[in-house]
């Protein structure tokens, strides 16, 4: 299939595009819980279908991790067999179920089925979207491409929160039915993997499709790489659940993408997105929360835009490792104000403090964790064991994500939100001594050489070394 209306140069770029329409439909799904919930558990806003509890809106929040539960084991079991593209397509079906559904659901247990509904999507683009990144991008541009997943999933954040200020709960699900529409007729022009093709034994697609992603006739020898590549990792597994921890490079692999998921997420990020609107509301500065809410995505949005242009250049490693830093400071400062704040202390002078605390931490989290760890989870795993990886990390990452969004909900209505905040900056803490320690860099490295790195404890501690040393 030819691409007439697309320069050949630029279909990668296109891709990407049309597939993380899918990735910014999840954070329209994850920004829903701030821009909504508040609307739905006020008893005084009548433009709604439903009024939910405190404990009911907890499980419309998480409904969608739930769903990615069972989502992604399900594609990790298939995207194999369907491919790609196909998986990616099927992702945008139960996103507009879900849609619908929140639309008109007149009780709890309609909203959180839709939800769980977007959760199944969540889990098929979260397991599929990296692997189909990773693989059709260029090494030098990996990972600014790669850095699209959680970029898109922050504006999608954004966007529905933009959407509330104007419209009804009903109207914006509505509205947001044009997003899997787009990704689906987008990816219908989109070529397949290449690597994906060559695992099927269709050579001559896969090579066409490589031609098409590269813009150039020469790619032979990058084609008979791959194929090598494809044919090694072959070899030596094939590529089930029990070849993450029998293969010495996949073990490595796993544990990276392990470390790399938990530091995110005991930062508290899927908290502060599901219940940023309340959180600032406690602190009380009378600065308009709706407002200050946009702004907190805006600038998250920003700096993964930032952290995206500049990944590729200074590294992954020293990313993290300074979003770390500035994360543990933001939230230690966030909750000693908010423990003052709830032993009545008064502090009229010092306001400015939450907004200010809050702000650093969005900055320095949305250049560093909010994007790399996702990118390098489409870097680490041989082909043939990719699927199986990226199912674990995403079924990983929506227990945790559960974990800490019920944690602050339990300890915000119990204890004090600060102790939550103490938490996640002690938690930065120590997973910073962790990253420095076993994670390596694969700045410019291309997936067979990432693959080669790990294989090799000698020249995976060397490296590490040498990361010190320059």
Same mark, same amino acid.
């Given at each position: 299939?030819?691409?007439?209306?697309?320069?050949?140069?630029?279909?990668?770029? *296109?891709?990407?595009?049309?597939?993380?329409?899918?990735?910014?439909?999840?954070?329209?799904?994850?920004?829903?819980?701030?821009?909504?919930?508040?609307?739905?558990?006020?008893?005084?806003?009548?433009?709604?279908?439903?009024?939910?509890?405190?404990?009911? =809106?907890? @499980?419309?929040? /998480?409904?969608?991790?739930?769903?990615?539960?069972?989502?992604?084991?399900?594609?990790?079991?298939? $995207?194999?067999?369907?491919?790609?593209?196909?998986?990616?397509?099927?992702?945008?079906?139960?996103?507009?179920?879900? @849609?619908?559904? /929140?639309?008109?659901?007149?009780?709890?247990?309609?909203?959180?089925?839709?939800?769980?509904?977007?959760? *199944?999507?969540?889990?098929?683009?979260?397991?599929?979207?990296?692997?189909?990144?990773?693989? /059709?991008?260029?090494?030098?541009?990996?990972?600014?491409?790669?850095?699209? $997943?959680?970029?898109?999933?922050?504006? =999608?954040?954004?966007?529905?929160?933009?959407?509330?200020?104007?419209?009804?709960?009903?109207?914006?699900?509505?509205?947001?039915?044009?997003?899997?529409?787009?990704?689906?007729?987008?990816?219908?022009?989109?070529?397949?993997?290449?690597?994906?093709?060559?695992?099927?034994?269709?050579?001559?697609?896969?090579?066409?499709?490589?031609?098409?992603?590269?813009?150039?006739?020469?790619?032979?020898?990058?084609?008979?790489?791959?194929?090598?590549?494809?044919?090694?990792?072959?070899?030596?597994?094939?590529?089930?659940?029990?070849?993450?921890?029998?293969?010495?490079?996949?073990?490595?692999?796993?544990?990276?993408?392990?470390?790399?998921?938990?530091?995110?997420?005991?930062?508290?990020?899927?908290?502060?997105?599901?219940?940023?609107?309340?959180?600032?509301?406690?602190?009380?500065?009378?600065?308009?929360?709706?407002?200050?809410?946009? /702004?907190?995505?805006? $600038?998250?949005?920003?700096?993964?835009?930032?952290?995206?242009?500049?990944?590729?250049?200074?590294?992954?490693?020293?990313?993290?490792?300074?979003?770390? $830093?500035?994360?543990?400071?933001?939230?230690?400062?966030?909750?000693?104000?908010?423990?003052?704040?709830?032993?009545?202390?008064?502090?009229?002078?010092?306001?400015?403090?939450?907004?200010?605390?809050?702000?650093?931490?969005?900055?320095?989290?949305?250049?560093?964790?909010?994007?790399?760890?996702?990118?390098?989870?489409?870097?680490?795993?041989?082909?043939?064991?990719?699927?199986?990886?990226?199912? *674990?990390?995403?079924?990983?990452?929506?227990?945790?994500?559960?974990?800490?969004?019920?944690?602050?909900?339990?300890?915000?209505?119990?204890?004090?939100?600060?102790?939550?905040?103490?938490?996640?900056?002690?938690?930065?803490?120590?997973?910073?001594?962790?990253?420095? *320690?076993?994670?390596?860099?694969?700045?410019?490295?291309?997936?067979?050489?990432?693959?080669?790195?790990?294989?090799?404890?000698?020249?995976?501690?060397?490296?590490?070394?040498?990361?010190?040393?320059?």
């Amino acid at each position: 299939m030819n691409f007439p209306f697309f320069p050949q140069e630029i279909v990668q770029y *296109l891709a990407v595009l049309f597939c993380s329409m899918g990735i910014i439909t999840c954070g329209l799904q994850y920004g829903w819980a701030a821009a909504s919930l508040p609307h739905l558990q006020d008893v005084n806003d009548t433009n709604k279908n439903v009024h939910l509890s405190a404990s009911e =809106g907890s @499980w419309a929040a /998480i409904g969608i991790l739930l769903g990615s539960l069972v989502g992604s084991p399900l594609t990790g079991m298939i $995207v194999d067999i369907l491919g790609r593209k196909t998986m990616i397509l099927i992702s945008n079906f139960p996103y507009i179920i879900s @849609w619908v559904t /929140i639309a008109y659901a007149n009780s709890s247990i309609l909203l959180v089925f839709g939800r769980f509904m977007a959760g *199944l999507s969540d889990g098929i683009c979260f397991t599929t979207v990296p692997i189909y990144i990773g693989e /059709i991008s260029s090494p030098q541009v990996r990972g600014l491409l790669g850095s699209s $997943v959680p970029i898109c999933l922050i504006t =999608g954040v954004l966007i529905i929160n933009v959407m509330e200020l104007f419209l009804s709960v009903t109207n914006s699900a509505l509205m947001c039915i044009i997003f899997p529409l787009i990704s689906f007729l987008g990816m219908l022009l989109m070529p397949e993997s290449p690597y994906y093709l060559i695992m099927r034994n269709k050579k001559q697609e896969a090579l066409n499709s490589l031609k098409r992603f590269r813009g150039t006739d020469a790619v032979n020898e990058e084609m008979s790489r791959i194929d090598k590549a494809i044919k090694a990792q072959t070899d030596e597994s094939n590529g089930t659940l029990k070849d993450i921890f029998k293969v010495p490079s996949n073990r490595r692999a796993m544990l990276i993408m392990l470390l790399l998921r938990i530091t995110q997420q005991l930062s508290g990020i899927t908290a502060l997105i599901f219940y940023i609107s309340i959180i600032y509301k406690q602190a009380g500065t009378g600065f308009s929360v709706q407002i200050f809410t946009i /702004i907190f995505f805006a $600038v998250q949005s920003v700096m993964s835009l930032v952290g995206s242009a500049v990944v590729d250049w200074t590294g992954r490693r020293v990313l993290i490792l300074w979003s770390l $830093v500035g994360s543990a400071l933001s939230l230690f400062i966030e909750g000693v104000y908010l423990h003052l704040l709830q032993d009545n202390v008064n502090m009229p002078k010092w306001s400015f403090v939450p907004t200010t605390a809050l702000g650093m931490f969005v900055v320095f989290y949305g250049f560093g964790l909010q994007n790399v760890p996702l990118l390098m989870v489409g870097e680490l795993f041989p082909t043939n064991i990719k699927a199986t990886a990226a199912c *674990l990390s995403d079924v990983y990452f929506s227990i945790l994500a559960s974990i800490v969004s019920k944690y602050f909900q339990y300890v915000n209505t119990n204890i004090g939100a600060y102790l939550a905040f103490y938490t996640f900056g002690v938690c930065c803490i120590i997973n910073f001594s962790l990253v420095y *320690l076993f994670v390596p860099e694969t700045k410019g490295l291309t997936l067979e050489e990432i693959q080669m790195l790990l294989q090799s404890g000698k020249k995976f501690k060397q490296q590490l070394k040498d990361i010190e040393v320059g």
